[in-house]
């Protein structure tokens, strides 16, 4: 899945003005400036985008885990530099302090239903034997079903900004 949708979603969900973003990142020991958020943040389309690496999406994600539950002691985790669905999701997990139970609700709000066992597949070890990739579908679903949680329909705001149901 496109790194820049990702943070796009988070954005929206977590209602994070620019800010904020530059302080989550600053939680993860790493310094961004607003130019550099804003160029992530533009449509696809939009020749001034600019694509947001693995690395800091990762950062970001580590950054908001700190945010959401507090700095760990101790040096802070080396950021991937090649980020996986299953990563980005386990982030989030993490970061939201979500219980498979709460995964799996957060999966029903977007339409999706999974058993506990389909859900900690995508949470092992790639070698493990019943690891399974999390696909950008499933990925996409999550972080609509945060959406639908963490920021409810309000009255005059479009059902669906990413228009996930067509």
């Not at 389909?118 to 609509?144: D, G, T």
Request: net charge positive.
């Amino acid at each position: 899945m496109n790194k820049n949708d990702i943070l796009r979603r988070i954005r929206y969900t977590f209602d994070l003005n620019d800010s904020k973003m530059i302080s989550i990142f600053d939680q993860a020991d790493h310094q961004v400036t607003r130019a550099q958020i804003s160029d992530w943040l533009k449509r696809d389309d939009d020749p001034a985008c600019k694509q947001c690496s693995d690395m800091h999406l990762a950062i970001f994600l580590n950054g908001l885990i700190n945010d959401k539950r507090g700095k760990r002691d101790g040096p802070q985790p080396e950021p991937e530099k090649s980020l996986s669905n299953n990563a980005v999701f386990m982030k989030l997990k993490i970061a939201l302090n979500l219980k498979a139970d709460d995964v799996i609700k957060v999966l029903s709000l977007a339409g999706v239903n999974i058993s506990k066992h389909e859900l900690s597949a995508f949470f092992r070890r790639p070698v493990h034997k019943h690891y399974r990739e999390c696909k950008n579908q499933m990925l996409r679903n999550f972080l609509k079903g945060l959406q639908l949680k963490y920021r409810p329909v309000q009255e005059g705001m479009p059902e669906d900004p990413w228009n996930l149901t067509s």
